[in-house]
Structure formats: structure tokens, C-alpha cells
């Protein structure tokens, strides 16, 4: 394992020396850029929201489902010529203990061929974003590919709204939320999910300038900084100044406990002072008091909803990925609540969990998500070469970690911002073992 280690810490993590150009190269680069383009693009760029979307009981999207299972076999084939030893060091006891209370939640579930379906997707999306990292030669490499992939993005959301923006901008004919035409979406299907892609791609143009182009790195930053503005994003544009400040002090830190404790204490803030609201009354009087939209554009409806639906299944849950949607929540929760039966998720990751996997599953998740990559952080190497790369997986698991706290994105079915949180995390992970081999 050690040898295996030490190959980490001469490839993606600890090196830039120039990238050759041969077939080996190509097929690398292809894949790479192939994999982002089908999590934030999708295979579904540009869909229409003037109908209802299909019932999330249905057996699924069969384009994801084969687009992302040749993925996954793709990079598996690949990896299996590549050192698959690689991919056992980040089999780490948590993600282990994790995945296996995913798998008895689903047996427990109220819907287990839909968990099971979903845990088994997850899977494929876990090994995907894994082997991914596998693929750049080294640091300049991946800095190559990433600026592509944000450029292509970039173009493609911005040509959507100069050409179609009917498919482009929410409208007033959108089946759902009409209240938010106007309001730029690119390729994505919800201007959230927009603005949460374009504060990544702001991640990723400050590393890109740093590590290769300040002019291009500048350039990336700027379209993503007005198309951000354009979607009015207010989770996104939220919190991406809190992972700015807690990233600088977590890379200044030399204590890893500071970095992990100020991590969990402000991850805590976030949900007593959101979810919290519908639990405690002091805190709800006083974010009343402060705030003018208390009820966090109509989430604390579904938080009540789902605080007391999880006090009934606190230790399993309903089923991994299995709670809202089904026909228990769709038609079984009174016609008074209306916005909760029409929701497809909690609107607050950590929530969410909660009822899908139990208490145990989100202690879990929070040790795997939270904890470990800080912890990963303060074990890599903080050599000047590899110093960009880390402070971009760190920035990118912060704002996850963060920005779940108002959206669904932990454990998500092909969700952009868990795809790259994901990426991050196995990123750090690689650092810190890349570290331990030198």
C-alpha cells in the first residue's frame, strides 16, 4: 500500500512537471472533461419546466442511468489497468461503516426497491467521483482540464440565455415556481442549482489563475461572478463569503482540531438558526426579529413536516433516499400541506438525512463529509504546488457542507454540487496519503 501511495504522491498530488501529449493523455483528458460535462451539464441541458416533473417512485432516468453506468465502467476498465490498489485507500473505516448503515436502512425502508435503486446509483456516483482523480498526470494537468470543463460550462450557459432563454431563464409559465422568472438558470434546471455551479467555477477560476493563467483564472471568475448575480441565488451567494473567511482561517490554523471544531460549530449555527426555528421558539422569535422572510422563502413548512416525521423513525429512517416523493408523503400528509407534498426533498441536506438514513446514518455522513476532510487538509502537503489544488477541494467542501443546510445536496441523484463535494473530498483524502508516502 505504501508503494501505491507513493505512486498518489507522483501524480495528481506533489507534481507539475509538463504534460506529455500521447494517447495516454487524450484518453485521460477525454474522460475527464467527459465525466464533469455529464454531472453539470446532464444529458438533459436546457429542459423545459413548464410541465410537472415525472413522479420520483417511476423507476428512474434511464438516460442517467446508462450515461452514468458507462461512466462508472469506463474509468472502472481504465482504473483496473491503473494501479486499482489506488482506489482501496480511501475505503476508509467511516465511508465503510456508512455505506453499510445505508444498506440496512434500506432494508428497514418503507420503500426498499426505491432505496435500494438509489443507494445503488450513489455507489456509482461515489466510484465515479473516486476514480476521476486518477485521470490528471499531475497538478498542471488537472488545472488544464478543469478550465476547460468551466469554459464549456460557461459558454454553453451563457449562449442558452442569449439564443433560448424560454429554456434558459425561469418564466412565468414554469409549472412549479413561477415567482422566480427572470432569474437565470443556464443548462441547469433551477437557478439554485445554477448558482451554486457558478460559485464552484469561482473556486475553480482563483485556483486556475493561480496555478496556471492569471488572465484565464480572472476570466472564469468574471462570467461566473454575473451569471451567479443573475440567478439571485440567495443560498449561493450566501455563503460563499462565510467559505472564503473559514477556508483562510482553516489553511492559517496549524491545529487541526481548530479547523474541525470552528467547521462543526458554525455547521451547527447554520442549523439551529434554520431548521431550529420550527423546533425551538426562542430561536424562532429571534431570527424573526432579525430576519424579514423568517420562514426562509417557505422551507420551515417542510422542516416542521419533517422534524416530526423523523421523531417517529429516529434510528433507520424511512429509507435511504426514500422519504420525500413517495406516496406515503404525496397523498398521506393532510390536503393542508400542500407545498410539503409537492417537495422532492427537504431543502436541508442534514434534515434530510435525518429521515432517510436516521440519526446514526447522519452522524456518519457528518464524520465522513465534515470531519475527515479537514482532517485530510491539515495532513497534506502544503508545498507551493499543490497548495492551490488543496485550497480548492477545502473551499468546495466547505461550501457543500454549508449550502446543504438550505438545499438537498448530500447523497443527491446526480447533483452537481454533491458530484464535485465528493471530488474534493476524495482529493484531500489523496493529499494527506500522498503526504504519508513522502
Not at 460559485?199 to 461566473?224: D, H, Y
Not at 447554520?270 to 430576519?291: A, K, Y
Not at 417537495?343 to 452522524?363: E, R
Request: proline share 4%; net charge neutral; aromatic share 10%.
Amino acid at each position: 500500500m505504501q508503494n501505491v501511495a507513493q505512486h498518489d504522491a507522483e501524480t495528481l498530488i506533489g507534481a507539475s512537471a509538463h504534460t506529455t501529449i500521447d494517447v495516454d493523455t487524450v484518453l485521460r483528458s477525454v474522460l475527464f472533461i467527459a465525466v464533469f460535462l455529464l454531472a453539470w451539464i446532464s444529458l438533459h441541458p436546457f429542459s423545459s419546466l413548464a410541465h410537472p416533473l415525472p413522479a420520483v417512485t417511476e423507476g428512474g432516468d434511464l438516460a442517467n442511468q446508462v450515461g452514468y453506468s458507462a461512466v462508472f465502467l469506463t474509468l472502472a476498465a481504465w482504473s483496473s489497468y491503473h494501479q486499482p490498489a489506488r482506489l482501496l485507500l480511501i475505503l476508509r473505516p467511516a465511508l465503510v461503516v456508512l455505506l453499510l448503515w445505508c444498506a440496512l436502512t434500506v432494508a428497514t425502508s418503507w420503500e426498499p426497491a426505491l432505496a435500494g435503486r438509489r443507494l445503488i446509483f450513489a455507489l456509482v456516483l461515489l466510484g465515479t467521483s473516486a476514480m476521476l482523480l486518477l485521470l490528471p498526470k499531475n497538478v498542471r494537468h488537472f488545472s488544464d482540464l478543469i478550465a476547460a470543463v468551466a469554459l464549456i460550462v460557461l459558454a454553453t450557459c451563457y449562449l442558452g440565455v442569449l439564443l433560448i432563454p424560454q429554456l434558459a431563464v425561469h418564466q412565468v409559465t414554469d409549472f412549479l415556481e413561477p415567482e422566480h422568472a427572470g432569474e437565470w438558470r443556464g443548462v441547469f434546471p433551477h437557478k439554485n442549482q445554477a448558482g451554486a455551479v457558478m460559485v464552484l467555477l469561482i473556486f475553480i477560476g482563483l485556483f486556475v489563475a493561480r496555478m496556471r493563467s492569471l488572465m484565464l483564472g480572472g476570466l472564469i471568475v468574471l462570467l461566473a461572478a454575473v451569471f451567479l448575480a443573475f440567478t439571485q441565488s440567495k443560498t449561493s451567494i450566501g455563503v460563499m463569503p462565510l467559505v472564503f473567511i473559514l477556508a483562510t482561517i482553516i489553511s492559517r490554523s496549524r491545529k487541526p482540531a481548530t479547523g474541525i471544531v470552528l467547521a462543526v460549530i458554525v455547521l451547527f449555527a447554520f442549523n439551529l438558526f434554520s431548521v431550529g426555528t420550527v423546533i425551538f421558539e426562542p430561536v424562532q422569535r429571534l431570527v424573526q426579529s432579525i430576519m424579514p422572510d423568517a420562514t426562509f422563502t417557505g422551507r420551515t413548512e417542510i422542516w416542521q413536516a419533517g422534524v416530526q416525521a423523523a421523531a417517529q423513525r429516529p434510528i433507520t429512517g424511512y429509507g435511504f433516499s426514500a422519504f420525500f416523493g413517495t406516496d406515503e408523503v404525496v397523498y398521506g400528509l393532510g390536503e393542508s400541506a400542500t407545498w410539503v407534498n409537492a417537495a422532492t426533498d427537504a431543502h436541508n441536506a442534514y434534515l434530510n438525512l435525518a429521515l432517510t438514513i436516521g440519526l446514526p446514518g447522519l452522524a456518519l455522513t457528518i464524520v465522513w463529509i465534515v470531519v475527515l476532510p479537514i482532517a485530510d487538509f491539515y495532513r497534506g502537503s502544503r508545498e507551493p504546488e499543490t497548495a492551490p489544488l488543496q485550497l480548492l477541494f477545502l473551499r468546495a467542501c466547505l461550501f457543500g457542507i454549508y449550502a446543504s443546510c438550505f438545499e438537498s445536496s448530500i447523497f443527491q441523484q446526480t447533483g452537481e454540487v454533491w458530484f464535485f463535494f465528493m471530488t474534493s473530498a476524495f482529493g484531500l483524502r489523496y493529499a494527506s496519503l500522498a503526504r504519508a508516502a513522502a
